[in-house]
């Protein structure tokens, strides 16, 4: 039994060492190395933060090389044609003063099979504009020099959609009290255990404006009203569909928490007053292609 349990032992040993000449057979480069951009269709979403530059990266992958001992460089252009009639026009191209780029040149490093240059935005213009809200602006590349044997061809363009969300954007934990001052009831909606307060997404209308899912007791829904939040913090609420929605607040930058005083009128023609306190649970952001 115990030459039988040696036996066995030498057979898997031998086993792995054939497999282990086996594997490295197979550590050789493809026939030719290519550059390429590992997404055509991309979104990108960037969040404003105050004082800080906005920006993001547009990189190249290498591919065909087992490993990589040296700097690779993929170059491109603006491609306007990409844009065109015939090839998604739906988007608008991001104007050119919208943007400065590092480099058109992307240096894959030595050791590294991804690089990237940086791509910072004109914030005085983009958040001003109101096509940067959504899925309008697109910045539409093509590469066309590489010094990898090849540009891998399906894969030698990418039409950027870029997009903001305001420093306020985000998802928030609703606690407060809704008092109707017609029958002086109140309706409190306050959980000590944060997650399970009603929770609400805050979007982008503006650079410093908002669309806001609900009006007073967050259990009602189809209820929406707007906030315009000054630099100072303090916040202005005004009607969407809800009748004579109108108070005010204010933003605390440390917390990212909103605390609001505001009043509007139910269906009945009741009139509520409101106290909330809107607590920062997150900004959202997900991988997003357009195609």
Known sequence: MK????????I???SLFLLQACYEDYKEDYIYSATYFARQYPIRTLVDEA??????EIGAVLGGKYSNDV??????IIQDT?????????????????YTLKSNDIVIPSGQFKGSTTMTINKDLFLNDPLAIGNNYALPIEMTESTADTILHSKRYSVVVIKYFNQYHGWYYVKGVDTNTSDNTSVTYSNDDLVLNEDVLLQTTSKNELTVPYVGNPDVSGRNMNFSIDT???????????????????YDSNTRNFTL???YTDG?????????TLIYRNTELILEEWN
């Not at 990409?82 to 919208?98: I, W």
């Open 12 to 14: 898997c040993i031998g």
């Open 82 to 98: 990409l844009l065109n009639a015939d090839n998604y026009p739906q988007f608008t191209k991001l104007p050119d003063n919208y």
């Open 261 to 263: 005083d505001y009043s």
């Open 232 to 250: 100072d913090g303090s916040v202005i609420i005004s009607e969407d569909n809800v009748t004579g929605t109108s108070g005010t607040g204010s």
């Open 51 to 56: 004082d800080k530059d906005m920006t993001l």
């Open 71 to 76: 700097n690779e460089r993929a170059s491109f």
């Open 3 to 10: 030459i039988m349990k040696k036996v066995v032992l030498l």
């Open 268 to 276: 009945d023609g009741a009139v509520h007053t409101v106290k909330d």
